[in-house]
């Protein structure tokens, strides 16, 4: 009996260490999340609501709980109905939370009110307008923090920022009121950095000044949504390593973890190859360790880096339960089809 039990005791111990439970911080159930978009559902509403009911039934069969989802107030698309509330009220019916995801920094209509406000674009080195936003404009920073304010309002149970950086390549802007803060900081002008790489300490000075804009409209965001009183999470999609984040797009995440200005980090780690996951995850939890940040990791089923497996998700998501991420999330819901679904449930995420 002494060693039946011994063996039993054994064999508990090593489930707690070898187990497929994520780390639990401040005791959070598992993550299970996935990328959704209002342009996944038809416009016409009763066809809608089926389709949403459909699919997050499909969901919750493997346990999903966490919806982010873009384009889903209604100036962000072309339903004459309020996607947003008959969304939440689909998802809350089935335990499952809604974030609205914002993209501050990804491609905007130069219409209305922006096409008012020419000078919260971001301009190229030859003052060529870009239709994104330039993020370091208190205007624009103030447009973006009205549409967070107006999602506030509805019953969601948090926010998401994707595209919260500059375009890729340093695509940095160079408008006049830009370069003008710049130079009264450092006594020049980026545009008149001779050599514009790394191997200039001014250049090198240039970048660190736009990733310190990005952490400010961050801090604002957070300082918004404190101070909103509800308690929603503000969580972030960020790219998979964060020393090349804050170099190439100005997206200083480390920084952010350590001021602890994000609740739920999103590295979208989109590859086919394990160990590239495998380290990047690793890397992600560990900026985090001590902090109150979370880890959900970004698993592509496709993308443009990527054309998963259904075997290599459910692989992906043991990775990351190794690893000590908090959680999981998909790229991205129409790509979650009946074949990923069963493996992942007859694999990760066995359903009791």
Known sequence: MKKLLSIAIVLLLSQGLTGNLFSQVNNQKEGRA????STNFVLEKDKAVTQIKKTLDQYRSIGINTLYCFSSMPDQNNKNWDFLNVFIEAAHSRDMEVHPVFCPGGGVKLEGVIKQHPEWLIRGKKREIYSQLNLVHLGAQDYILGKISEALKYNIDGIQLDYIRFQVNQGFSYDEANCSAFKKEFGISPLEIKHQDGGNPMWCEWIKWNARQIENFVRRIRELMDENGKNV???????PDHETAKVEIGQDWGQWANEELIDVYCPML???????FRRGVRAAVKLNKGKKGMVYAGIGIRSA????????VALQVQIAREEGADGVVFFYGPYLTEDFVNELKSDVFIMK
């Not at 996935?34 to 978009?37: A, D, K, L």
């Not at 999470?233 to 790219?239: C, K, M």
Request: charged content about 10%; overall charge negative.
């Open 34 to 37: 996935v990328w959704v978009s």
């Open 233 to 239: 999470t503000l969580s972030a999609d960020v790219f």
């Open 270 to 276: 989109y590859t086919d190859n394990n160990n590239v």
């Open 305 to 312: 880096h990527n054309n998963a497996t259904p075997e290599n």
